[in-house]
Each structure stands twice: as structure tokens, then as C-alpha cells.
């Protein structure tokens, strides 16, 4: 059964930073894609950063420059390093991996598989 785990998340100041891990396991589970969204109260879930098996990766125009989505293979983890916190950034943040091939939009919530349960980053001014 594969899972996801994230961590990572807490209450920071605005300008702050996190990361955020995603620890994937499960028995010879090779994901194509792996992806962070978030959902902030009352809103739809969000695209903000995926990173693709051949190593591109994608960023929502609101975390380009401030984002970064990596992965450790060897640790089958998923990181989001989140610099320059801004208050709008206060969401749910989770994990999701996706076995298919590769869609023209990375942040098509359908087209991933596997979902984490969430960690909450909160951001104060």
C-alpha cells in the first residue's frame, strides 16, 4: 500500500522560510510525477510546484522565485523549500504523486493518484 507522509509545516513570520518533506512508501512504487498543492480555508485546492521523473519541474506563478520542489531518490522524498513567506501562503499543503504519463498541465489535480493527509503552514505579518 503506498502512502505519503508529509512534514515540515509550523507558524512562521512573514520573509520566513520551511520545508516541507514528503516521504513516499510502498512496495516498487515509481511515480512519474510528484507534486505539492495547497488549500487555503474556503478555496480550491492549488497547483504550487511538481517535479517530473526526467527532473523538470513547474512552479505556480504566485512561488516562482521563492519556491523549490527537489527529490532524494535514494529516500524516496519530496521537498518544497518555501523562502520569503508571505501571508497569502497560509494553506494546507499536500503531497501527491501520480503514476501516468506526463499531462500538458502539471497541476491537474485528477491526474495524480496518491494523496497525503496535509501539513498546515501558517504565515503571520
Known amino acids: 500500500r503506498v502512502q505519503l507522509v508529509e512534514s515540515g509545516g509550523g507558524a512562521v513570520q512573514a520573509g520566513g522560510s520551511l520545508r516541507l518533506s514528503c516521504v513516499v512508501s510502498?512496495?516498487?512504487?515509481?511515480?512519474?510525477?510528484m507534486a505539492w498543492f495547497r488549500q487555503p480555508p474556503g478555496k480550491k485546492r492549488e497547483g504550487v510546484a511538481a517535479i517530473y521523473v526526467g527532473g523538470s519541474t513547474y512552479y505556480a506563478d504566485s512561488v516562482k522565485g521563492r519556491f523549490t520542489i527537489s527529490q532524494n531518490n535514494a529516500k524516496n522524498t519530496v521537498y518544497l523549500q518555501m523562502n520569503s513567506l508571505k501571508p497569502e501562503d497560509t494553506a494546507m499543503y499536500y503531497c501527491a504523486a501520480a503514476l501516468g504519463i506526463a499531462t500538458l498541465d502539471p497541476f491537474t489535480v485528477d491526474y495524480y493518484n496518491e494523496w497525503g493527509q496535509g501539513t498546515q503552514v501558517t504565515v503571520s505579518s
Open positions: 510502498g512496495n516498487t512504487y515509481n511515480p512519474n510525477a
